[in-house]
């Protein structure tokens, strides 16, 4: 009894905070251990938040010009723009995926290139991740070409091609920082010789070489994958006709597959201007890969050097060490009968001299007849 007593008293105390208790035929401590999981889980469920209710801070620029900031849930997002999560996964700034990206849906066209990520609308345009440095500097650039009522593109083409010119004058700047950095240091190891190999200047280009070539892979590597990008939507007829949002909205159906002469070109412009910017990265990576093997040349050569006068001096050397080995013997404490000889020392010396340089001589020969020293 005394157990129930206790259940009961617990599951009153419960109840006021809303826990639901099961009071059926049971275990008196069931009851108890029953009564404690409904409460954690209850509270569990109340700390955890899924994904899709993690609002997302984006800017909304519309056709009049208007911008606020604004925190939207996925799951709104999805529903009114009839997108799948996976699509909002591109635009979602806490997933840090440099893959570039262009996504024509039926309502919207999602975009993912560099810094900037976009849900371009017919009539508004969501950009995401607004603290960035480069976004900031992006806006007043696309409000000057979203207000040109008078250009020949509608709305969102005309946002699609703000985001390209963007685009493609930061991988300009990016371009024109690295290269200086890159050509001077090239230029200061091609003028060197093998005997500057050791100077405090070669080496500190030595030092720059490594991270300048990393981060121009790096770039390259972005810049390519801007390219791939590109060239998919290029390729694909359906994408470039969806992206016609303006007249979806108007007439009530997209255009046909063969009908975006448009959006062609642009890409068609902007591409051209990537593959300037990719081609003059691959050219730089040549020159810096020629530089390198160079340079291994060169160091090939000079090791190639100090071996050869190791060679020279083990033969010496050894020369000299079988010449001290009849020296030795001539030292001992024997009596041989040379000793009160007038011209005994120097017959002995020209000798072990002599044969010294014979044997240097026999040796180096033998090594050039095999051909193993030059």
Do not use: W
């Amino acid at each position: 009894m005394g157990f129930v007593l206790r259940a009961l008293r617990i599951a009153l105390r419960e109840s006021r905070y809303g826990v639901s208790v099961n009071l059926g035929r049971q275990d008196p401590r069931g009851a108890l251990m029953g009564c404690r999981r409904t409460s954690t889980s209850t509270s569990t469920g109340q700390r955890r938040q899924t994904p899709a209710s993690v609002p997302i801070i984006a800017l909304e620029i519309k056709t009049d010009g208007t911008i606020r900031e604004r925190h939207l849930q996925k799951s709104d997002v999805a529903a009114e723009l009839h997108l799948n999560y996976r699509d909002l996964r591109v635009v979602d700034p806490s997933f840090r995926s440099e893959t570039a990206m262009f996504l024509a849906r039926s309502s919207a066209i999602v975009v993912h290139l560099e810094h900037i990520r976009a849900l371009v609308q017919a009539n508004r345009i969501l950009l995401f991740d607004p603290n960035h440095p480069r976004v900031q500097a992006f806006l007043p650039q696309l409000r000057d070409r979203l207000e040109q009522e008078k250009h020949p593109l509608p709305y969102e083409l005309r946002a699609l091609e703000a985001i390209l010119i963007n685009v493609c004058g930061t991988l300009n700047r990016s371009l024109l920082t690295l290269s200086p950095s890159v050509e001077s240091v090239l230029d200061t190891l091609s003028s060197s010789t093998t005997a500057d190999f050791g100077s405090v200047q070669v080496a500190q280009s030595l030092d720059r070489l490594l991270p300048l070539e990393n981060s121009m892979n790096e770039f390259g590597s972005q810049v390519e994958q801007i390219r791939n990008a590109m060239i998919e939507v290029l390729e694909n007829d359906e994408d470039m006709s969806e992206m016609y949002l303006t007249d979806k909205m108007v007439t009530g159906h997209r255009r046909r597959a063969d009908q975006h002469e448009d959006v062609e070109m642009m890409f068609e412009t902007y591409l051209k201007q990537v593959d300037s910017i990719l081609n003059e990265i691959r050219s730089i990576a040549k020159e810096v890969e020629v530089t390198e093997n160079v340079i291994q040349i060169r160091l090939d050569a000079a090791r190639n050097r100090i071996l050869r006068l190791e060679v020279y001096l083990n033969l010496a050397t050894m020369s000299l060490a079988a010449g001290a080995l009849f020296a030795g013997l001539f030292g001992m404490n024997l009596t041989s009968g040379y000793e009160e000889h007038p011209y005994a020392f120097y017959v002995v010396c020209s000798s072990l001299l002599g044969s010294s340089v014979m044997f240097f001589k026999g040796s180096m020969a033998y090594l050039r007849f095999k051909r193993i020293f030059p």
